[in-house]
């Protein structure tokens, strides 16, 4: 039986010197990954928003500006020239132009998408599970009556009604997003609120506001930045299928939406006009879910190492 | 005469089930001195938790007191259907719970939740002298690097700390009973010998009466100075630990004692602590 023996050594080896050594460089290398993952997907999201913020100081031509004789120019990957480097559209507007100044629209509705559903959403279902009883039998109600409305049949009415606008936009997001917000933050409120730490708050004398807000909140915090994280990416892709629709931004406001709406009749000719757009909003809404993964290792205290 | 530390006056408590109305408790008196440690012994069901929920008023939904009184320190919180247990939570009475891990909020540090209690029952101290009860109360329960427990979050404690923060939370307002519902259970046996030791402490020879509920008729016997078993909702023997041991009465008591496994084994005239030999 010598194998064994052989076999077993490098283990103990590794056993003996790891423990030592390991721990400390493994807890703290895990926490500055955990910083890093953060810093890799908000930097570059940074960047593209400040981008976009920043275009009119950029060395860009006016994005409305029409060139009619120079029309559909390919970008400079796909065989075209640096005069415009993202190529032109149908009515010969520059298409690296474009995509800035209509990343503005779609930064801003994204986050305010997101806060327009989240924190109402968040508010309501908070209540709603923390409070039980009458007050979380007619919230439960709305939001059912809420989810059973297909988004469309809320979104057109209102758009039409109201008229085109960002205000209206946001409306309508804040109408169909609070529902799936507060139907989640409802139920890990009531989770949470069975936690026994509540019931010693309870016992210690502490009011049921200052439970609700000071230790049921925070404790739905993780819960809150994913859903609100989401919410951006889907206030973002709402903003572009309404636009896609004709629903949304309208010219001469532009935004990645409205830019992948306006290539859908020439995708032959010029593919990029709809694709540029296309694989924009895709990056984004990518780092944003991905952000708020992140977010989520490295800000939950209980993830946390010292 | 000193006032009772706990008073709890032909209690009866119903839950409205499904199923109708199922009577929890029926008709219990118990009272807690100050200064004194009595236990509540049963098995599960049998109505000691429902009892000491009943006294801080934080019963579920579908339960409620239908008759009998309650004081803590001579103030009758519950009398007549009028639930008024609110205004002695945390200042008059003090609780500890089973999972001393899950009952501090796993968000914030020792230091922010021992620092909430005091905001709310002392106002009157500031900064300086909060520091100082807090460090206090913490040497109290025996703890050694005070400000590193002081600076961590519940999940860098072991359960035997956290129950011991939990005890001064209970503890920090300087209440006159203490109520703690099976708070040793979920410890492994050393850090439950050490809790017992140190409620042991805290209790005897100071001014708080404690409510020890728990199923470890062993455990009891070793802390309490009255013990009383309870059953299907009733106290069925209630008197000092000693001559229960000695001399159980009740056949529920008996059948306890002799689930105790290493006094089964050793035989009546061998039971620990100082129960004199029967007969």
Redo the contacts between chains.
Sequence with gaps: MSTPTAATEPVVDRLATEPGDGLATTTGAGVAAGSRAVLWLALPLAITAALCFLAPLLPLPDPNEQNLRNTLQPPVFAGGDWSHPLGTDKLGRDMLARLLHGGQLTFIIGVAGALVAVVPGALIGLAAGFA?GKVDAVVSQLISAQLALPFVLIALPIIIARGQSIWVLLLVLGLTGWAPVARVVRAEAMSVRE???I????????SGARIMF??VL??L?AVLVVLGTLQVGTAILIESALSFLGMGVVEPDMSWGSILASGQDILKQGWWVSTIPGIAITAVVLLVNLLGDALLVRYD??KRQ? | MQQPALDIKDLRIEARTAGGVRPLVHGVSLRVDPGEIVGIVGESGSGKTTLMRSV?G?LD?NVRVTAGTVAVHGRTVIADGVDET?TV???E???V???AT??????LKIRTQLR??LD??RPDLDDAQMRTVMTEILERMLIRDVDRVLDS?P??LSGGMCQRV?IA??LI?DPALLLADECTTALDVTTQAEVVALLNELVHGSNVGLAFVTHDLALAADLCDRIAVMRDGRIVELRPTAELLADPRDEYTRDLLAAVPAWADLGDGNRPTSAPAAG
């Excluded at chain 2, 899950?102 to 968000?107: A, F, I, K, Q």
């Design positions: 039980r936690r026994q730490f019931l010693g708050l309870r016992a210690v004398g502490a000071r230790h925070p404790n915090a205290p209980r010292y | 801080i934080l939904r609110r939570r945390g200042t009475v003090g609780v719970f089973q999972d899950r009952s501090l909020n796993p968000l909430e209690v709310r029952h979050y999940h860098q939990a939370i209970a307002a």
